[in-house]
């Protein structure tokens, strides 16, 4: 059975930096895309940043330059790095692995806040 536990999220300052990690558990993650999402409070679910098994590497507008995507196969464990968070960065941030489906963790909470 596949699990995405995701964990890092927490209260910080504006300008400030968070890394959040999830570890998947099952044989999928080397095969996997693995992604970075974020929901805000009435908005839809967007991509923040995503990893190819290879390493290849894609981001939305909003984060390129501030965060980072990175990947362990050895851990099953993907990261994102978040530096210069801002107000607009506040959300739920999912961790999601695709291969064959789309599976996804519970989500960690990340408030940008002075």
Do not use: H
Not at 82 to 106: F, H, S
């Amino acid at each position: 059975q596949v699990q995405l536990v995701e964990s890092g999220g927490g209260l910080v300052q504006p300008g400030g930096s968070l890394r959040l990690s999830c570890v998947v558990s099952g044989s999928i993650f080397i095969r996997s895309v693995m992604g970075w999402y974020r929901q805000a409070p009435g908005q839809q679910r967007e991509l923040v940043a995503a990893v190819t098994s290879g390493g290849n590497t894609n981001y939305a507008d909003s984060a390129k330059g501030r965060f980072t995507v990175s990947r362990d196969n050895a851990k099953n464990t993907v990261y994102l790095q978040m530096n210069n968070l801002k107000p607009e960065d506040t959300a739920v941030y999912y961790c999601n692995a695709r291969y064959i489906q789309a599976y996804w963790g519970q989500g960690t909470q990340v408030t940008v806040s002075s």
